[in-house]
């Protein structure tokens, strides 16, 4: 059985790589044209569909938190359960409902 040469080692290793990588950009690609032509037919149907209007209302006033303590309580022990510190080390400045 007659050896291999190195060369011939190296030079096909190399090109299984690259042509690997070739066939991963070019699914990649197709991909990708599939993605923006499904996004295209999703914008299309979006944009026929007539979308109700909704009224414009004014700004709403800040709401008053009911048992505020209380609630600054239960949010900073979610806070420090979260982050694994004691409550004590966290001071919140702030709420404002979202």
């Known amino acids: ?28 690609k197709i991909l990708g044209v599939c993605c923006q032509l499904l996004s295209k037919k999703d914008d299309q149907a979006q944009q026929a569909a007539p979308s109700p209007v909704a009224p414009v209302t004014a700004a709403p006033t800040p709401a008053v938190i009911p048992n505020r303590r209380e609630t600054v309580a239960a949010i900073a022990a979610a806070i420090a359960e979260d982050l694994g510190t004691d409550v004590s080390a966290i001071r919140i400045l702030s709420i404002e409902k979202l």
């Open 1 to 28: 059985m007659p050896e291999v040469n190195d060369v011939f080692v190296v030079v096909m290793g190399i090109s299984t790589v690259f042509i690997g990588l070739v066939c991963i950009i070019i699914l990649c």
